[in-house]
Every structure is written in structure tokens, then in C-alpha cells.
């Protein structure tokens, strides 16, 4: 079992280039959610998917798009790169079999994409 | 609005000494309490909380939730050099997802 794992690592990008990073999970679960994390501002969360094929906007989700093809990856898309959104990403699952509310149980995390935007 | 307070944001203590971490939170339909530790890597679980009164304990870790105070500590006695990081506080809501606390980084001197 990976677990959550996420590519890429680390990711260098100029203002205006765009990218996908990558969230992959073995563990079956049904949820999965995109995080950013910026000094002193704690996590904050920018989509999140309760299923294959759906997505929904968190808490700062402008400048990113998501997609949730295949149940095990989620992916971020940043279409035009802009310094503001140089920070660390943050990839997590949780499984839910209570229904359509968010889950509650534990949130598994991937090890991070650490991206700088020039 | 909804939010989750943590204090303090940064603390430094010696090798050896108990320390508290405090959450408050106002949250709309609150389904539960979690903390996490986060050193140079993703978040780790460390405790959910969904009832009042009841001590979740893990080794020298534990936590407890007050669901009519809004509020939440997190224990950790004879502290080691390895409990330094940041430690979460998040509020689970129901029919959204997850609100963070900024955290407390917590240093542990030898």
C-alpha cells in the first residue's frame, strides 16, 4: 500500500505556464481534497471530490480547476500560474460510507508538491 | 464565520515538561474535532474527537473535547526532542470539509 503519493515533488514555473499535479490513492477511498499550505495561514482548502466524477470548491478555489476521472487520482490544475499561489500542496483521501456528507473520519496525506511560481 | 482558534501559535520548552495546546472553535454544525502533527512533511493523525468529556489517550498524547465550552486540548507530558512540530487543530462540518487551525509549533529543547 503507497498510500496517497503525489507528483511531482518539487515544481519550478513561471508566471502564466500552467500544470497538473498529480494525487494517486490505493486505499479505495471515496474522498479526496486539494490543500494549499502558506506560512501562517495554516491549510486551507481549494477542492475537494466526494466521487468519481464530482468536485466541488473549497475555501480558495480560484485560479485552480480540478478532476476526478478515475476514483483514485485528483487531479489540480493551475491554468496561468501566478507568484500568489506559490506554496505547498497538500493531496488527502478519507472514505465515507454514511452518505453524502463530508467525511469525518481520518484524512490520509500525500508528502507534498512544493511549488514556486517566478 | 466559521473558525478554529488555536493558541499558543508558538511555544519552547525544555525536554522533559508537559505542555498543553488549546483550540477553540466556532464552527456551524460541528461534527468533530481533529488533531494532526505536521513536522517537515505531510499532516499525521493523531486524535478525532466526537464526544464531550471523553480523554483520547496515545502514549504520552492525549485530548479532550468540550462541546458546550468550543473548545479542545491536547496534552503531551515528558515531552521529547521528536514532539517538536506543528500540531492542527481542525473542525470537521458537516456537508462541507475540513476547517484548519493555524497551528502551534511546539520546540523541544535537550
Known amino acids: 500500500n503507497a498510500g496517497v503519493t503525489q507528483t511531482p515533488k518539487f515544481r519550478v514555473l513561471k508566471t502564466g505556464q500552467s500544470m497538473t499535479l498529480l494525487c494517486a490513492q490505493d486505499?479505495?477511498?471515496?474522498?479526496m481534497y486539494w490543500y494549499r499550505q502558506d506560512p501562517g495561514m495554516g491549510l486551507r482548502l481549494i477542492h475537494y471530490?466526494?466521487?468519481?466524477?464530482?468536485?466541488a470548491k473549497g475555501e480558495v478555489p480560484d485560479g485552480y480547476n480540478v478532476s476526478r476521472l478515475k476514483k483514485q487520482n485528483f487531479l489540480l490544475g493551475l491554468e496561468s500560474a501566478a507568484p500568489s499561489q506559490t506554496s505547498v500542496y497538500f493531496c488527502?483521501?478519507?472514505?465515507?460510507?454514511?452518505?453524502?456528507?463530508?467525511?469525518?473520519?481520518?484524512?490520509?496525506f500525500g508528502p507534498g508538491t512544493r511549488l514556486t511560481v517566478l | 464565520e466559521d473558525k478554529v482558534v488555536q493558541s499558543p501559535l508558538s511555544l519552547v520548552v525544555h525536554e522533559g515538561d508537559t505542555v498543553t495546546l488549546n483550540c477553540s472553535y466556532e464552527?456551524?454544525?460541528?461534527?468533530?474535532l481533529l488533531w494532526y502533527k505536521q513536522e517537515k512533511k505531510a499532516p499525521t493523525f493523531l486524535f478525532m474527537l466526537?464526544?464531550?468529556?471523553i480523554e483520547k489517550k496515545s502514549g504520552r498524547l492525549s485530548s479532550i473535547l468540550d462541546k458546550k465550552e468550543l473548545f479542545s486540548i491536547l496534552n503531551i507530558t515528558a515531552t521529547q526532542t521528536g514532539d517538536s512540530a506543528v500540531y492542527l487543530c481542525?473542525?470537521?462540518?458537516?456537508?462541507?470539509?475540513?476547517?484548519f487551525g493555524k497551528g502551534t509549533t511546539l520546540s523541544v529543547s535537550s
Open positions: 488527502a483521501s478519507s472514505y465515507d460510507a454514511s452518505g453524502r456528507t463530508i467525511s469525518y473520519n481520518e484524512q490520509f
Open positions: 466526537t464526544s464531550s468529556g
Open positions: 486505499m479505495n477511498h471515496e474522498y
Open positions: 481542525v473542525a470537521n462540518q458537516a456537508g462541507t470539509a475540513l476547517i
Open positions: 471530490s466526494v466521487g468519481e466524477g464530482t468536485t
Open positions: 464552527v456551524t454544525n460541528f461534527r468533530s
